[in-house]
């Protein structure tokens, strides 16, 4: 509109386009009430986690995320912000209450199975589905894997991305093969909970982050 407004030869058109606010001041005021909103959500989460967890796992926040609401260079924008508050929360709130931050490598923690820690299954949406016909909530599914990434001797945090999915479909077909115990998990402690289960004798109760 404000591109229009500039074009247009109507002068009193020109102005009547200005003062009601057609242009950027309207998309500045949405983005404003969003950015408000997100870091309300976003450090009221990270206090409940902290409420939960000495030891806090979470990915790599640098990576680009979806969204849908003001067109692609705003999402961009926003996406990139809201990951930085994220950030910021998990830094800040971290620090003074006593808790530590982790990051970990994220590939392919939304593509495994959290039960079995193995590169088998879909994700679709909100939902995981597992090659044995089980569905998983795929936000849950996918911390799971970021905490058991915490563990992995394997896997280190720098480990390039192509190297993850070597180790993962190895595992995946060690699994296959009955060279693993079914029952058992192809990460090094199992599945674990985003909550407390944890391997034994681990001194901290810890948490997925986000």
């Known amino acids: 509109m404000r591109a229009l407004a500039n074009q247009h030869r109507n002068p009193r058109k020109r102005q009547h386009i200005r003062q009601f606010n057609l242009g950027r001041k309207k998309l500045n005021r949405q983005m404003s009430k969003t950015h408000a909103r997100i870091r309300d959500i976003v450090f009221t989460s990270v206090h409940a986690v902290v409420d939960k967890a000495a030891v806090i796992a979470a990915e790599n926040l640098t990576a680009p995320m979806a969204s849908k609401s003001f067109g692609k260079n705003a999402n961009r924008r926003l996406a990139s912000w809201t990951k930085g508050v994220i950030a910021e929360a998990l830094e800040s709130v971290s620090s003074r209450r006593g808790s530590t931050v982790v990051l970990v490598n994220p590939a392919y923690t939304s593509q495994m199975d959290s039960r079995t820690g193995c590169l088998d299954g879909k994700r679709q949406g909100d939902q995981f589905y597992c090659s044995d016909g089980v569905v998983l909530q795929a936000d849950q599914n996918a911390a799971r894997n970021v905490l058991a990434r915490l563990f992995d001797p394997d896997i280190e ?20 093969l009955g060279l693993l115990n ?10 674990l909970s ?10 901290e109760q810890l948490c997925s982050g986000f």
């Open 157 to 176: 945090r720098f480990t390039p991305f192509k190297r993850v999915k070597a180790i993962l479909l190895e595992r995946t077909e060690r699994l296959r």
């Open 182 to 191: 079914p029952d058992s998990s192809c990460s090094p402690f199992g599945a």
């Open 194 to 203: 985003t909550e407390s289960e944890l391997p034994k004798n681990h001194p």
